[in-house]
């Protein structure tokens, strides 16, 4: 089982939102579980929004937020590529469904 951890802000915003969707959509497949932990302070390391797999945090490739593909490569070594293909897919869903939902909000 992997387990990832998205750290959030509370309320959660943009960063934070898209996120925890990313980890809820992964969590659907049998081997990953998610849960959310909301941040007291910016202080603490790793900042908010961050993902964690298996403790492991996921940096963005771009150095600001993390692709459905950032989510993947955090998983390659775990998963067999099929699955981690129909992953993409959902991810790339998610994050199309959430920037619609902020372009037309």
Sequence with gaps: MHRITT????????????YIRYAE??????????????????EESPPAPSMLIDGQ??????????SPEDVVHGLKEKMPDKELDDLRSA??????CLMEE????
Aim: with cysteine.
């Design 7 to 18: 750290l959030s802000k509370q309320p959660p915003g943009g960063r934070c939102t898209l």
């Design 91 to 96: 991810l790339e869903t998610v994050q199309e």
């Design 25 to 42: 959509a992964a969590s659907r497949h049998p081997a990953i579980s998610h849960e959310v932990k909301y941040k007291e302070t910016d």
């Design 57 to 66: 945090v996921i940096e963005p490739s771009d150095g600001v937020i993390l």
């Design 102 to 105: 902020w372009t037309n909000g």
